[in-house]
T-cell receptor, first 116, second 106 residues
Framework: DSGVTQTPKHLITATGQRVTLRCSPRSGDLSVYWYQQSLDQGLQFLIQYYNGEERAKGNILERFSAQQFPDLHSELNLSSLELGDSALYFC?????WGGGPTDTQYFGPGTRLTVL | DAKTTQPPSMDCAEGRAANLPCNHSTISGNEYVYWYRQIHSQGPQYIIHGLKNNETNEMASLIITEDRKSSTLILPHATLRDTAVYYCIAPNNLFFGTGTRLTVIP
């Protein structure tokens, strides 16, 4: 158990819909990262927040947005869903914000999104 | 856009050492190299990290070249449970790429 929780574990929805994925970081971690992993693909970095502020942005679609709240939990919002958005979505957290010695990422179990 | 280069797949006999290479030529002087692994569709698991000296923990050893442009993760006695995708991350600890799929063969 990494200490990072993600809800829900599974989500099935239809094209055009909007969903929200939730992540609670480990106690004491200030950074939250979101990744997308499509079937048999590598992890694609979407976005990072550090202490409530956006820290880095990857290949995140305009239909996707995220935020980190004052209690440090984070939500990833996916809208106008398409079939190609079906994937595993992982959240990770770390103490620091960059490539330093305290930036080990601890991953949650993921949310499996299926768009029909 | 991955900033590291890893072979897509490797095989290793059970009980032998598995040596997984990674090139990270764009790494800057103060950035750490991190290694993770992912078993099936589970969340990736941290293995080890280092800056410029060799590192060892209960899971693996990490050898970083003097110029820091590449590193090798060593699993000293691979078991079947080490079959996974291994990711080398640098710089900025964000871009995982597709990693190396290690298969440990009985």
């Amino acid at each position: 158990d990494s200490g990072v929780t993600q809800t829900p574990k599974h989500l099935i929805t239809a094209t055009g819909q909007r969903v929200t994925l939730r992540c609670s970081p480990r106690s004491g971690d200030l950074s939250v990262y979101w990744y997308q992993q499509s079937l048999d693909q590598g992890l694609q970095f979407l976005i990072q927040y550090y202490n409530g502020e956006e820290r880095a942005k990857g290949n995140i679609l305009e239909r996707f947005s995220a935020q980190q709240f004052p209690d440090l939990h984070s939500e990833l919002n996916l809208s106008s869903l398409e079939l190609g958005d079906s994937a595993l979505y992982f959240c990770a957290s770390s103490v620091g914000w960059g490539g330093g010695p305290t930036d080990t990422q601890y991953f949650g179990p993921g949310t499996r999104l299926t768009v029909l | 856009d991955a900033k590291t280069t890893q072979p897509p797949s490797m095989d290793c006999a059970e009980g032998r050492a598995a040596n997984l290479p990674c090139n990270h030529s764009t790494i800057s002087g103060n950035e750490y190299v991190y290694w993770y692994r992912q078993i099936h569709s589970q969340g990736p698991q941290y293995i080890i990290h280092g800056l410029k000296n060799n590192e060892t923990n209960e899971m693996a050893s990490l050898i970083i070249t003097e110029d820091r442009k590449s590193s090798t993760l060593i699993l000293p006695h691979a078991t079947l449970r080490d079959t996974a995708v291994y990711y080398c991350i640098a710089p900025n600890n964000l871009f995982f790429g597709t990693g190396t799929r290690l298969t440990v063969i009985p």
